[in-house]
């Protein structure tokens, strides 16, 4: 069955960086839209990058010139690079995955990891 386990979260200070892991099985990461998405405490969940079947990148506004998407085949993995950390990108950090439309929108992704935290404090 399809499962996605991210890691890689922590805490950093601001200026700073993190690389999130999210390892895929029961499918190949390079025939799904897989998608970074994170929530903030009283906030929804909001969509911060995808990497679609073809390897075409999107990002969110909010991370556009400081994250980056790629994935490993070999690995059946999928990363997010995060540099130039701001206290706003605080969260839980989730990868979701989907067979069909690559999307920021959350309810269009079937299967979902369990998420891994991102704190950015001095």
């Known amino acids: 069955q399809v499962q996605l386990v991210e890691s890689g979260g922590g805490l950093v200070q601001p200026g700073g960086s993190l690389r999130l892991s999210c390892a895929a099985s029961g499918f190949t990461v390079d025939s799904y839209a897989i998608g970074w998405f994170r929530q903030a405490p009283g906030k929804e969940r909001e969509g911060v990058s995808y990497?679609?079947?073809?390897?075409?990148?999107y990002y969110a506004d909010s991370v556009k010139g400081r994250f980056t998407i790629s994935r490993d085949n070999a690995k059946n993995t999928v990363y997010l690079q995060m540099n130039n950390l701001k206290a706003e990108d605080t969260g839980v950090y989730y990868c979701a995955a989907d067979g069909s439309l690559a999307s920021l929108i959350p309810q269009f992704y079937r299967y979902w990891g369990q998420g891994t935290q991102v704190t950015v404090s001095s």
């Open positions: 990497i679609n079947s073809v390897g075409s990148a």
